[in-house]
C-alpha cells in the first residue's frame, strides 16, 4: 500500500492542500458573508431609520418643553403607521425618552414604562443610528417575542428643530424578509466570487506544482539511471580492482618461484662449470709445478693467478644463488618463518637481533610468509650496512587480524624522504611487497633515536589465500 511520501509531489499537493483551501475558502466565505449581511442590515436600517426620522420628527417636537408627547402627537404617530408603505415595512414602533421611558409604543401596555439604557438607545442618544438583528429576547421585546423569531432593530435620534439637540429616539422593528432576500443574494455572489478565486488560485498552484515534479520525477529518474551506472562501474571496478589485487598477490608466489629457478640454474650450470674448470685448474697448476727449472714456476704463477679469480667468482656465484633462493617456508608457521629469517640473518652476518615474536592463530597464507621473510632480511640487512648491526631489535605480533612488523636499530639514523629519492630500491621494494598485500609500510628515522620500520600485512584474506 502506498504512502503518502510515495506519491509525486503534485499528489502530495493535491491531497495535503484541497482540506486547507477548502477551510480557507469556508472561513474567508464567512466572515465575508457576516459582514455582507451586517452591511444588509445596516443599510436597510439607515435607510428606514432616515426616512421614519423625517415623518416622526414633527410630531415629537412638543418634548422641547415637555417630558411627554400630548395625545395629539401619539394619534399622529399612530396613523403613520397604520395603512400606509412605511406601516408596511415597520412591525413595530417606540419612541423613547432619553432617561429610558417608553413615551409611545403600537402596544399601549408599554407606555409610561422604564427600561434600562442598553447600547443600541444609547448610541441613538449619542446621534447615531444604530441597527441589528434582535432575537427578541430583552424584557422590552415581549410583544414583538410572541409573533415574530427575530427582527431588525433600529434606533434612530429625534433632533429638535433649531437646536440639534437629541429630545427622543424613535425604534422601530422590520422584518428579516427584505434583508435575507438581499443577504442571499449577497451572500451568493461573495461566495462564488470567493470560490472562484481560491479554484484559481489552486489550479494556478497546483499547475506549477505538478510542472516542478514532473521536472523532479523526471531529474531523479535520471539520476537513479547515473546511480545505477555509477553502481555498474564501481562493480566493475571492484571486479577488477580483485582481479589485480589477486594477481599481484599470485606475482609473489610467482617471483619467488622464479627467483628459486633462477637460483637453482646458477647453482647448477655456471657454478659447477666453474668448479669443473677450477678442479682442471688445480690439476693443471700441480703439473706446472713439477716441471724442470723456473719456466714452470712462472707458469704455475699464472695458473694461481687464474685459480683465484675462479675461486672468488664461484664464491660470488653461490652467494648470489643461495640469496636468491627462498628457504623451504610453505608448511612453516608465521612465527616460525620470521624466527628462520632473523636466524639466517644472524648466521651470514654475526650479529646479534633482539626477538620479540609472539605466536600467530589467524591463517595466513604463502604470499605473506614470502612477504615476512623477505621485509625482514631487507630490513636486517639494511641495518646491519648502514648502522653495523646496533641494537637491532624484531617484534613481530597480530593485531586485530593484521601482522605487525617492526624493526629497529640503535644507529645513526637517516632521512627517508632522501634515501628514497636517492635510487636505493631497499625501501622501495619494502614498501611495494607492503602495499601489493593490501599492507601499510612506515619508516621513521633520526640521529638520536635510530631507525624504526613498522609494516602492517593483513592475515587470512580470501584473495590471498585464493591467490
Given amino acids: 500500500m502506498k504512502t503518502l511520501a510515495d506519491l509525486s509531489l503534485s499528489r502530495q499537493f493535491l491531497i495535503t492542500s484541497l482540506p486547507v483551501l477548502l477551510f480557507g475558502m469556508i472561513v474567508i466565505g464567512t466572515l465575508v458573508s457576516q459582514e455582507v449581511e451586517n452591511g444588509v442590515v445596516n443599510r436597510l436600517g439607515g435607510v428606514t431609520g432616515l426616512y421614519v426620522e423625517s415623518f416622526v420628527a414633527p410630531h415629537a417636537q412638543t418634548l422641547l418643553h415637555a417630558s411627554d408627547l400630548s395625545e395629539s402627537d401619539r394619534e399622529a404617530l399612530g396613523k403613520l403607521l397604520r395603512n400606509t408603505p412605511l406601516g408596511e415595512k415597520i412591525v413595530a414602533f417606540k419612541v423613547w425618552r432619553p432617561d429610558g421611558r417608553v413615551l409611545y409604543s403600537r402596544n399601549p401596555q408599554m407606555i409610561g414604562r422604564k427600561f434600562p439604557v442598553e447600547e443600541g438607545l444609547e448610541t441613538a442618544l449619542a446621534g447615531s443610528v444604530h441597527s441589528k438583528i434582535s432575537r427578541l429576547s430583552s424584557e422590552e421585546n415581549l410583544f414583538e417575542a ?13 433632533h429638535g428643530d433649531g437646536t440639534g439637540k437629541v429630545i427622543a429616539v424613535a425604534e422601530f422593528y422590520q422584518t428579516t424578509d427584505e434583508m435575507e432576500r438581499e443577504a442571499w443574494a449577497a451572500r451568493r455572489n461573495s461566495w462564488c466570487v470567493v470560490a472562484f478565486t481560491v479554484l484559481t488560485m489552486y489550479l494556478l498552484l497546483f499547475g506549477l506544482v505538478h510542472r516542478g515534479s514532473r521536472t523532479i520525477g523526471r531529474q531523479r529518474q535520471e539520476l537513479k539511471d547515473k546511480v545505477a551506472q555509477l553502481s555498474e562501474l564501481i562493480g566493475q571496478n571492484e571486479s577488477l580492482h580483485e582481479k589485480v589485487w589477486r594477481a599481484a598477490v599470485r606475482s609473489t608466489a610467482v617471483n619467488e618461484q622464479f627467483l628459486r629457478q633462477i637460483s637453482a640454474d646458477l647453482h647448477d650450470g655456471p657454478a659447477q662449470d666453474m668448479g669443473l674448470a677450477l678442479m682442471q685448474f688445480e690439476a693443471l697448476a700441480d703439473q706446472c709445478r713439477r716441471c724442470p727449472g723456473g719456466h714452470g714456476q712462472v707458469q704455475a704463477g699464472g695458473v694461481d693467478s687464474i685459480r683465484s679469480s675462479l675461486k672468488s667468482a664461484l664464491t660470488d656465484l653461490r652467494t648470489i644463488s643461495g640469496g636468491l633462493r627462498l628457504p623451504d617456508i610453505d608448511q612453516l608457521p608465521i612465527a616460525e618463518v620470521a624466527r628462520r629469517a632473523v636466524r639466517d640473518y644472524q648466521r651470514k652476518s654475526g650479529a646479534r637481533v633482539t626477538q620479540r615474536i609472539e605466536e600467530v592463530r589467524t591463517e595466513d597464507s604463502l604470499p605473506v610468509r614470502i612477504a615476512l621473510y ?61 602495499e601489493i598485500l593490501g599492507g601499510s609500510f612506515e619508516v621513521i628515522s633520526s640521529a638520536s633515536q635510530g631507525t624504526v620500520i613498522h609494516v602492517s600485512l593483513p592475515l587470512g584474506v580470501p584473495e590471498m589465500q585464493n591467490a
Fill in 374 to 434: 623477505r621485509l625482514l632480511q631487507e630490513a636486517l640487512s639494511n641495518g646491519f650496512r648502514h648502522a653495523g648491526g646496533c641494537g637491532q631489535q624484531v617484534n613481530v605480533r597480530e593485531v586485530d587480524g593484521n601482522l605487525k612488523i617492526e624493526v629497529m636499530d640503535t644507529g645513526s639514523g637517516f632521512d627517508p624522504v632522501v634515501a628514497s629519492k636517492g635510487g636505493g630500491q631497499g625501501l622501495v621494494g619494502m614498501r611495494e611487497r607492503a
Fill in 146 to 158: 410572541g409573533n415574530w423569531r427575530q427582527l431588525i432593530e433600529t434606533y434612530v435620534p429625534i
